[in-house]
């Protein structure tokens, strides 16, 4: 019956009101437990009406003494030692107020005046012998309503909940424990946890509040199927790279979901939240080592400037202003042609810079959004002239290698010719620093997209170098991105949700993997150190086989690769390569003071010559001429040579006119 009417009323919360009265009443028991005992349950008729006018005194002094420290607040199935505290201060105030009120009596006494009530003497209220015996009694019955109430509640609540996710926590440290006492001390929490897995072999066999310790190499499927074990919660936040990377492995063999919890550290008032407890997801398993970065030098190059971002509304633009704000630019101008986007973002960083604004040492950022189209020379020459920022960061281009394949006017008109109208703009208005974002996919182009991205690189090289300039023009450059719009993960996501099958295009096609907030951390270091000229490159690590990719996702998710979820292959599409250049080749690259920046060797050009080039390729975007506008870019850029593309005739083309040209000079 008890339990039935726990588990009915488990939502209910005690009004504090209905609290004061109970502990009011369990006080007034304590009274008269406490009278008992003193006159050994022998209680006269006079003894009966002092009783009652002591009851009377006491609800007064109980409500005030609860009233004074707050002790009904608490919710009573919580109880915690706060309340605890607060119950001993209730039931020694009540105390103190009483004996207080004893001896007033006897110094009214001693005055030979005599306290008569209903014609009854009264030489003390309550004796006090009746209150050193009240005391223990009545914090006793405070307490224990408390401590039956949580007892109850939790025993009978909880062990009904039976539908609870059975889990195993890796690592019985002190984030493993913490997570056996947050999960346990939850009403509300959706896991059991059965096990901990731990290798130290100290531990193994032993348990921790009655849960055991198992080695992680005796968990096997049958072991978790057995148990029915749905998720292992990853509890060992600071162990290295490597060491998750060979967790990692074992766990996506089991074919359970995993999740993790941040370093207790980030913990909130040293709990866990859960919250904080997080699927595990593909970033996660291709995180490499945290980046160092130098925030003070960005600080320093940051700090209280104005800042312009264009393409900000993308994936890489949208976290290099959230990055930025953190080192209080007095002004972030952003720029997409992407109106909603952008209208996004503004709702976003609206509360970033509040909560930013709200701290002391925080100084006032002005924000604004601006919708531009960077190929519009007129617009962007406006902007800066009247903007006249610090730096720009120039992440706005179109990026995806097949589409710009079958788009070749709008790749120069976007990649060119808008970071043309920029850098000009930029130098012509005196911007102290001009950042582009450029790509692993510019080094020896195989496509129309990476071959508009080199020739934009170069052109700003050539710029900075040309006399008059006074801009710094910085090149970074790195590899795919993870999670970014229209990136493999999220397609590979979206394919896996409706049950795949997951589409790779090639069985041994490779990329170099970064995240977005560890690609633009290194963009603000490289840009902090970078004097101009250079083409900054980053440590992308190891490549990673786009299939493994695709089976480490499918097994995240909880299936089985080529069996839940197949994988088929799609063929390489236009412009695409097989292998991306490795970036940090030490041939071409020379060292910086950053281990994961490089600085690359490329050769100079006259600002003239490429200018006159750019300058050729108007009329053919004028005109539509496909062919002859991608002819242009291969006779400026050597190395571009069309891979799986129309355009590769070109190149046939361009090597026979070549060997024409070499055949006529040696006759
Ligand atoms: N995503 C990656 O994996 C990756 C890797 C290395 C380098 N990069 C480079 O970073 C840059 C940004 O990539 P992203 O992933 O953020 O792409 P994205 O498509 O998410 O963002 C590009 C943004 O530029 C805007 N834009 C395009 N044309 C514009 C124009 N004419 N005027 C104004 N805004 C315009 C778009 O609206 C978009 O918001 C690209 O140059 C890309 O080559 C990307």
């Not at 020459?381 to 179109?398: C, Q, R, S, T």
């Amino acid at each position: 019956m008890i339990k039935k009417f726990f588990l009915r009323h488990s939502n209910l919360i005690l009004s504090r009101w209905i609290v004061l009265v109970i502990d009011v009443f369990l006080m007034e028991c304590a009274l008269i437990i406490a009278n008992l005992l003193r006159f050994d349950f022998v209680l006269s008729e006079l003894t009966i009406y002092h009783i009652r006018m002591q009851m009377l005194m006491l609800a007064v002094i109980g409500v005030i003494s609860i009233l004074i420290t707050g002790s009904h607040k608490g919710l009573i199935r919580h109880t915690s030692q706060k309340d605890i505290f607060n119950i001993i201060k209730v039931g020694t105030l009540t105390i103190i107020l009483l004996a207080t009120i004893n001896y007033g009596l006897f110094l009214f006494d001693n005055m030979n005046k005599r306290l008569v009530i209903g014609g009854v003497e009264y030489w003390m209220l309550v004796p006090n012998s009746v209150l050193l015996i009240f005391y223990p009694i009545s914090l006793f019955l405070l307490l224990f309503f408390r401590m039956f109430i949580k007892l109850a509640y939790y025993n009978l609540t909880i062990q009904e909940k039976l539908n609870r996710i059975h889990v195993l926590v890796y690592g019985a440290g002190k984030e493993g424990i913490g997570v056996l006492q947050t999960l346990a001390g939850l009403p509300s929490s959706p896991y059991k946890v059965l096990g901990f897995m731990d290798d130290h072999p100290g531990k193994i066999g032993k348990s921790v509040q009655g849960v055991p310790i198992v080695n992680p190499e005796s968990v096997t499927r049958e072991f978790l199927q057995k148990r029915e074990i749905e998720e292992i919660i990853l509890a060992m936040p600071n162990i290295s790279e490597k060491q998750k990377d060979v967790i990692y492995e074992r766990l996506l063999d089991l074919n359970v979901a995993i999740k993790s919890v941040p370093p207790v550290e980030t913990w909130i008032n040293g709990e866990l939240n859960l919250h904080q407890i997080r699927k595990i997801n593909i970033e996660d398993l291709l995180q490499r080592d945290p980046i160092r970065l130098d925030n003070q030098t960005v600080l320093r190059e940051v700090f209280g400037k104005s800042v312009l971002i264009t393409g900000a509304a993308g994936s890489i633009g949208q976290e290099l202003s959230r990055q930025l704000l953190h080192f209080n630019p007095s002004r972030l101008v952003l720029v997409d042609q992407a109106e909603t986007p952008l209208f996004e973002l503004e709702q976003e960083l609206t509360e970033v810079v509040q909560t930013l604004e709200s701290r002391s040492y925080f100084q006032k950022i002005s924000l604004c959004y601006i919708v531009a189209d960077v190929s519009n020379n007129d617009r962007v020459k406006l902007l800066i002239a009247e903007e006249k920022p610090h730096l720009v960061y120039h992440a706005a281009a179109y990026k995806h290698v097949p589409l710009m394949e079958a788009h070749p006017l709008e790749a120069i008109r976007v990649n060119v010719f808008g970071t043309c109208n920029l850098a000009d703009a930029a130098s012509e208005n005196g911007v102290e620093k001009f950042v582009m974002i450029s790509t692993d996919k510019a080094v020896n182009p195989t496509s129309i997209m990476g071959a508009t991205k080199r020739l934009a690189e170069i052109y700003i090289q050539s710029l900075n170098h040309n006399p008059g300039n006074k801009t710094a023009f910085i090149t970074t450059r790195f590899g795919n991105v993870l999670g970014s719009n229209g990136s493999v993960t999220r397609t590979f996501n979206k394919q896996i949700q409706a049950g795949g099958p997951v589409t790779v295009t090639h069985p041994d096609i490779t990329r170099y993997f970064m995240t977005i907030p560890e690609a633009c951390q290194l963009v603000f270091e490289a840009a902090a150190m970078g004097s101009g000229g250079e083409i900054f490159i980053f440590d992308m690590g190891q490549p990673v086989k786009i299939v493994d990719l695709a089976r480490n996702m499918i097994r995240l998710s909880g299936y089985t690769p080529d069996r839940e979820i197949k994988i088929v292959y799609s063929g390489l599409r236009p412009g695409e390569k097989l292998y991306e250049e490795l970036l940090n080749d030490k041939e071409r690259t020379l060292p910086t003071h950053h281990p994961k920046i490089m600085k690359a060797k490329v050769r100079d050009y006259a600002f003239d010559e490429v200018s006159r080039m750019v300058g050729y390729m108007t009329e053919p975007v004028r005109n539509g001429d496909r062919r002859a506008l991608v002819r242009l870019l291969k006779q400026f850029i050597p190395e571009y040579i069309s891979n799986n593309s129309i355009y590769r005739t070109l190149d046939f083309d361009i090597e026979r006119e070549r060997k024409a040209v070499e055949i006529k000079r040696t006759n």
